[in-house]
């Protein structure tokens, strides 16, 4: 196996760590403030990495452009448009709709990176998307009333349309992440996806720290409170966060986003898992299909 689906399986793991100890915090505070902690308490560790990269194994720092910050910046706004959508869909009733096309992400990061850069990408590859795609959003729609076949029939509904959103943004996202990263390359003795990975990741965490900080002062100071009182366990959500964001920014260096991406839906299998043996919640038919189907998403992938 390649050294970026090594790295990409790797952060899905960590990525769902961080998701359930998000889950915990949600007693604790909002969703702005547990939002929040993955940039703010996962600031200190990514720039603890690039100190290690930089310092203690004496590897050189890029320069940046004008190219780098632009993506940086749109990448960093992206990921907060898409997550603040991703939330918006539970205030809806059928909000299992918007969340399964919300997973429509690395399909869309296809056509991004195809519209913007020209990139293309095998048939095999595309029916890997497609399958594992299909798996994610049959688990989406498991616990739920809704039919799989009205997924197709609901396209144009508000919940739809918001999760389509969202999937566009953190499709966009990851492709401005790979393209911001790219960029550093020729300021480099020779290319270092590992440092080029780690800077674009400070960059950005950086960006997404002060605005999310800058919109709880204007509006949700409460929070604030809330996060001071829960700081053990907000440091580790960072902890975690940052080192699965490490690992993403390293893989969507070595390899196409829409590829990562789809790879990466494997986290739905350890958010499966998680389900089952720490929250002890029974399982159905559906959700072993979508299971089954991420699987052959995955294999798939890794074969062809």
């Known amino acids: 196996m390649e050294l970026w689906a090594i790295i990409t399986i790797g952060s899905a793991f960590l990525q769902n760590m961080r998701s359930v100890l998000q889950k915990h915090l949600k007693g604790h505070m909002g969703t702005t403030g547990a939002t929040f902690v993955r940039f703010g308490f996962g600031m200190p560790f990514a720039f603890l990495y ?25 990448g960093a706004l992206a990921q907060i448009a898409a997550t603040f959508l991703l939330v918006h869909l539970f205030s809806f009733r059928n909000f299992a709709v918007g969340t399964a096309y919300s997973r429509t992400e690395p399909a869309q990061a296809a056509l991004i990176a195809l519209l913007l850069f020209g990139e ?51 499709g966009l996202s990851g492709i401005a992440y790979r393209a911001a990263s790219l960029s550093l390359a020729p300021s480099l003795p020779k290319p270092d996806a ?59 260096t070595l390899q196409q986003v829409a590829v990562v991406k789809a790879l990466a839906q494997v986290e ?37």
């Not at 930089?54 to 910050?69: E, Q, T, W, Y």
């Not at 688990?139 to 566009?168: D, E, H, K, Q, Y």
Request: charged letters at 10%; glycine letters at 10%; proline letters at 3%.
């Open 194 to 252: 590992i440092v080029q990975a780690g800077y674009t990741l400070c960059v950005v965490i950086v960006v997404q720290t002060v605005v999310m900080l800058a919109w709880m002062l204007w509006r949700e100071r409460e929070e604030i409170t809330r996060i001071r009182a829960a700081w053990k366990i907000s440091g580790l959500v960072g902890f975690v966060g940052a080192t699965a964001s490490f690992g993403w920014f390293i893989a969507m």
């Open 120 to 170: 293309t990408i095998t048939t095999g590859t595309l029916a890997a998307i497609f399958v594992s795609i299909l798996g994610v959003m049959a688990i989406s729609v498991a616990r739920t009333a809704l039919r799989p076949v009205a997924l197709i029939t609901s396209v144009g509904n508000p919940t739809a349309l918001i999760g389509l959103a969202s999937g566009f943004f953190f």
């Open 50 to 74: 690039l100190g290690i990269l930089h310092f203690g194994l004496d590897r050189p720092m890029p320069v940046p452009g004008s190219i780098f910050a632009g993506w940086a910046v749109v």
């Open 268 to 304: 739905m299998l350890f958010t499966f898992a998680s389900a089952l043996f720490i929250f002890k919640e029974k399982i159905n038919r559906l959700e072993i299909a979508g299971c089954l189907l991420i699987v052959l998403g995955v294999l798939l992938l890794v074969l062809v």
